[in-house]
């Protein structure tokens, strides 16, 4: 995908920052390059090679998961001015 610095100040354009033509000719130079990385990464036979979730072979260590604090909800709600069904109510603040 070839790209002209028309195209990036309508980029800069949409996303409303102010950019002028020795910046825009830098990053077209910037933004080709990666496009050209992620054409030749496309590029690859990846079949047969299962997805990694990470780089490292890592394993998540685990703990029990067991309940270390009592349930206060309704030690907490008895001290709220205003709750129904377990809810909380506030304020409207956004219309």
């Known amino acids: ?16 920052i102010e950019i002028n033509e020795q910046e825009a000719a830098s990053t077209l130079t910037k933004l080709s ?19 990694m979730s990470h780089s490292q072979e890592l394993e998540q260590r685990l703990r029990e998961d067991v309940v270390t604090q ?9 001290i709220a001015p205003l709750t129904d069904s377990g809810l909380y109510l506030v304020p409207k603040v956004i219309e």
């Open 1 to 16: 995908m070839a790209l002209t610095t028309e195209d990036i100040k309508r980029i800069a354009y949409l996303a409303r």
């Open 33 to 51: 390059g990666i496009l050209g990385l992620i054409e030749q990464m496309q590029a690859v036979d990846t079949t047969g090679i299962v997805p």
């Open 70 to 78: 009592i349930n206060q909800r309704e030690t907490f709600q008895a």
